[in-house]
């Protein structure tokens, strides 16, 4: 079975700070990767994903994320975060080929202060 | 605009009460997903469905069974709820498993 590591549980920044979450998967096949974000108080929504092709993948409000496969990692980033992008954020994985639901890391709360 | 309605936002149950969580998706979704969300735990998968009548185990099934009797619906029974199931607990619906899971708002659930 696959399993997701978030790096860091907590995150407090300063806006127009540059942001860096590490998230690493352990799985040898095919993966399908996804960042999701939870607003407080709202539902979880897809911030970005990467199935395959080009290894750096744009999502919503400025976030990106790149694949690298020969270290397992799928970081999410954001040049300059503002008050808005605070947050838990979740790290998912699922086998490219087969059929399962996701496997989620436990996620980071990011604190933008402004 | 995609939608995933769960029954209750807030549920109180007993210890040994049967407990029925609802979900509801208007998008014709093939998949659904149960999850639960714990702090420092991030979100478990219980079941998911990819068919009607159709079920498979996640990664904590036990004290869970699940029930897809329509395509839009997908409910999560606790047969015997216990203090341990107190949780969040998160619906999803996809098109296919290489697509992106649509949540529901969640259903606080606290069992005394």
């Known amino acids: 079975a696959q399993s997701v590591s978030q790096h860091n549980h907590h995150v407090i920044l300063s806006e127009a700070a540059s942001l860096e979450l590490g998230c690493n998967y352990s799985y040898g096949g095919t993966v399908n990767l996804f960042w999701y974000v939870q607003y407080p108080g709202q539902h979880l929504q897809l911030l970005l994903k990467y199935f395959s092709g080009d290894p750096l993948v744009k999502g919503i409000k400025g976030f990106e994320a790149e694949f690298i496969k020969s270290k397992f990692s799928f970081n999410l980033r954001k040049p300059s975060v503002q008050w808005s992008d605070t947050a838990e954020y979740f790290c998912?994985?699922?086998?490219?080929?087969?059929?399962?639901?996701?496997?989620f890391g436990k996620g980071t709360h990011l604190i933008i202060q402004p | 605009d995609v939608k995933v309605t769960q029954s209750s936002r807030y549920l109180v149950k007993r210890t040994g009460e049967k407990v029925f969580l609802e979900c509801v998706q208007d998008m014709d979704h093939e998949n659904m997903f149960w999850y639960r969300q714990d702090p420092g735990l991030g979100l478990r998968l219980i079941y998911f469905?990819?068919?009607?009548?159709?079920?498979e185990k996640g990664d904590i099934p036990e004290g869970y069974s699940v029930s897809r009797e329509k395509k839009e619906r997908f409910s999560l029974i606790l047969e015997s709820a216990s203090t341990n199931q107190t949780s969040m607990y998160l619906c999803a619906s996809s098109r296919g498993f290489r697509y992106e899971q649509y949540f529901g708002p969640g259903t606080r659930l606290t069992v005394t």
């Open positions: 469905s990819y068919d009607v009548k159709m079920k």
């Open positions: 998912a994985v699922n086998t490219g080929g087969g059929a399962d639901g996701l496997t």
